[in-house]
Each structure stands twice: as C-alpha cells, then as structure tokens.
C-alpha cells in the first residue's frame, strides 16, 4: 500500500518535472551579462558602511522581497492555542521525549489547526537546541513511529486532489524517514520539530481556501491583493508560530533553534529566517529558484516557468517579472545576507541542475559582504567548490554527488556545522 502511494507520488512529480523542464536552459555559455543589486548601497544610493547602515539598509530589502516577490506576510491578529496532544518519554526505544502539539489558530471567524510533532534527546543537556522544518506529506512519514498522530481530517487522497492536497494519511508512514535522519539527530544532542506544509497553504491553487491560509483575508484592493503572500509566505508564517511554541516550552532552548528547509521548503525557511530573527540558524537544502539560487543567471528554474507551475507560491505581482529577472529590485545573495550575522548555510546537489547550483552558491558567496562588516568570515573564493567538500565560516556550503534530495550526507554536514556555533 505504501509504495503503491509513494509511486504515484513518483510519476506525479516525474510528470511535474518533464514538461516544466522543456522550457529550462541548461547552458552557461546562454547566461545574459549581469548585474546583482547592490548590497551595500541603500535605494537612494548611498553607501552602507555601518551595521547601523545595514540595518536601515536591511528593511528596504526586506520590504522588496516582501512587495515584489514572496508577498506581504499576513499581519492580522491571530489568535492561537497550544495544547500537547500526546507526549511519551520513551519514544524511539527510550531514547527520545515525543511530544504532539495542537496549534489551533482562529481569525475572521474560523479556526484552522497545525500539529507541531517534536522529538528531544531525553540524555541531553536541557534545555535542547533544536532543528525545525516543514514536511511534504505529514508527520508520520518523517519517521516510521506508529505513535506519530495522521490527522485524519487532514488525509493524503491521491485520487481526489492529486498530491498537492493538505491531507496526509497511515498508508504512507515512515516514507520519508531517510530524509529526516531522526536518529543522527537526537544521538547528536539536537531535539527535532516538524509540521505537515498542507495543513498551512495546501500546495495547489486554491489551496489558499483551505488550511490555516483560509483565516486571512485575501486584501481590500487590487494592489493589495497583488502584494499579498501566498503559499510560501504562509509556510513561513507557520515556522514563526512554531517558534512561538518553542519559547513556551522549558525543554527546547529557544536561542538555538535552527530552521531547515528542503526545496520549496527551502525557500519558505529561508523566507521565514530573513524575516524573523529569532532563529538562530538557517539551512537551505536544494532550494534552487526563489529560494538561494541567483534569478539573474536565467538558467534551470526561471521565474516564468515557476510562476507557470507554481502561480500560488509567490505574489501576484511577481509574475511581472516573468523573463525580466533584470528588473528585479533585489536578488537572492539580498535574501541569504538578511540571516547576517546569524550563520547560515546553502547546499546543493550535483545533478540538481534544475535548482542551479551555481547560483546557489554564488547567492551564499556575494552575501558575505554583509558577513564581513560584522567581521565575519564567510565564503572564500567565488570559484565554486568541488563535490563533497563543505565550505566556509559563517555561511556554510556544500555541493554534494546526487541528486534533488536530502540525504544523511547532507545532515552530517549541517550537524558538524550547527556544532561550532550551539556548543558552549
Ligand atoms: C519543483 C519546483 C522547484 C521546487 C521543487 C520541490 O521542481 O520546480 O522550484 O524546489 O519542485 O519543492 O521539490
């Protein structure tokens, strides 16, 4: 039953996948002579020499990736109620607290929940750092833990909606287990937190009428509208409520929380991470086009082809940079040097071209100006780095062998990393 979900899960993206990259350029010698936005330059032209500077600085970038690009992040008051649903002290043979957290939230008359699923290393020093990231198809697939609660008004039905649909079921627990490593985690001293993507801004178009996106209002007026954030801005919204949770929390130390996000997940922590500084560190894994990768190098994912796929995940008013990358006001060195002077980290995959390794790096590699006025190290050389060899001080990278994906490679290197910054 479970493998006849995850290969339709399979031809589903293989599907995705085929006709979106009829339209990619995979060529170096094809990039247009470019340009990046400066960084240290305000909108008005003056110099940013300072952090004081930076900082100013820091809020119109802010603001342009906010109006032009990802949307505005819903505002509106939200009321919300945390409640632990389940805890056991001997989750993962004895090894891990397992804690299940309700966030119910409720605005506009409607309430819509978002269950926190948490494991910490019940031997370790409390209280814990931990990693926090969304999931693609519900908690119980993390991790092959029958005690993981699937809410069942929240069911994967492959037939109905096709995957992109906010509900998550039984038959397919445990299938993303080698994505998570929960193991390596908790024996390295980490807790681990997750939520379901779905149950926030279900990945399909009008997803936005369903989940936790259906409590707020979609804007007055045209403009509005237009700059309102859709589904990548509501994935970031739910990682700072969850950080909300964190801070009420004794046993998870809310200083070291270290968000990580894979693919349009990626984008979103990255999103959620520029935004809101309270997480202390931030990985993107294989976040390719409008996550780390550089739109200027119009290469693999574009913005045309993203916004044709993907026309729920940014603002409506990003479309108007459909092959005009060169008119956008920032790039995406802009959105990892707002992590600055926290550490962050960008990985990449060999065969991933899809998501533009290069760019991605190259994004990690100009945002260490901004590093370099705190008198942070960051990334060295513009050349890119050969394969399995992680880099840097501050901003980490690593391109690995393989493919799209999270692999235990890809943990090793970001536990080693989050270790020369959490330990005390
Ligand atoms: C598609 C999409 C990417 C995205 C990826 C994923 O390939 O084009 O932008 O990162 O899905 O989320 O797996």
């Known amino acids: 039953m479970k493998y006849y979900y995850l290969t339709l899960l399979l031809i589903f993206f293989s599907f995705e996948n085929y006709a979106q990259k009829e339209w990619a350029v995979y060529d170096e010698a094809l990039i247009p002579e470019y340009q990046l936005p400066a960084l240290m330059k305000t909108d008005k032209g003056k110099d940013v020499t300072t952090v004081k500077e930076w900082r100013q600085r820091r809020k119109e970038l802010l603001q342009h990736f906010a109006t032009e690009m990802y949307g505005i992040t819903p505002g509106e008051k939200v009321k919300v109620q945390f409640k632990t649903i389940e805890k056991s002290e001997q989750a993962l043979n004895g090894k891990a607290v397992r804690k299940q957290i309700l966030a119910t939230f409720s605005a506009n008359g409607r309430t819509a929940p978002m269950n926190i699923l948490i494991y910490l290393p019940k031997n370790a020093h409390k209280p814990v750092p931990l990693f926090v990231g969304l999931n693609f198809y519900g908690n119980q697939t993390i991790c092959d833990d029958p005690a993981i609660l699937t809410n069942e008004a929240y069911c994967l039905n492959v037939e109905e909606k096709g995957v992109y649909n906010n509900k998550s079921s039984e038959a397919i627990r445990g299938v993303q287990s080698e994505r998570w490593c929960v193991d390596s985690i908790i024996n390295a001293g980490y807790g681990l937190a997750t939520i379901y993507y779905g149950e926030l801004y279900p990945d399909y178009e009008e997803g936005r009428e369903a989940g936790v996106a259906s409590l707020f209002s979609t804007g007055k007026n045209e403009k509005e509208k237009n700059e309102q954030g859709q589904a990548i801005s509501i994935w970031s919204w739910g990682l700072s409520r969850a950080m909300d949770y964190f801070e009420t929390d004794e046993d998870i130390d809310e200083k070291k929380i270290i968000l990580m996000g894979h693919s349009r997940l990626g984008k979103a922590a990255l999103w959620a991470g520029a935004q809101d500084e309270r997480f202390a560190i ?113 901003i980490g990278y690593h391109i690995r062998t393989g493919g799209h994906d999270v692999t235990p490679y890809d943990w090793s290197c970001y536990l080693t990393f989050v270790k020369r910054f959490l330990s005390e």
């Open 282 to 394: 931030i990985i993107s894994n294989d976040s390719g086009c409008g996550g780390a990768a550089l739109f200027r190098r119009k290469i693999g994912e574009t913005a045309r082809i993203i916004n044709a796929y993907f026309p729920h995940w940014f603002c409506g008013k990003f479309k108007q940079y459909n092959e005009r990358e060169e008119f956008l006001p920032v790039d995406q060195h802009a959105l990892i040097a707002l992590m600055a002077p926290r550490p962050v980290y960008v990985a990449s995959a060999e065969d991933d071209l899809w998501a533009d390794p290069k760019g991605e790096y190259l994004s990690a590699y100009h945002a260490g100006e901004v590093y370099g006025l705190y008198g942070l190290k960051a990334l060295g050389s513009s050349e890119m780095p050969p394969v399995n060899a992680p880099q840097g001080n501050y």
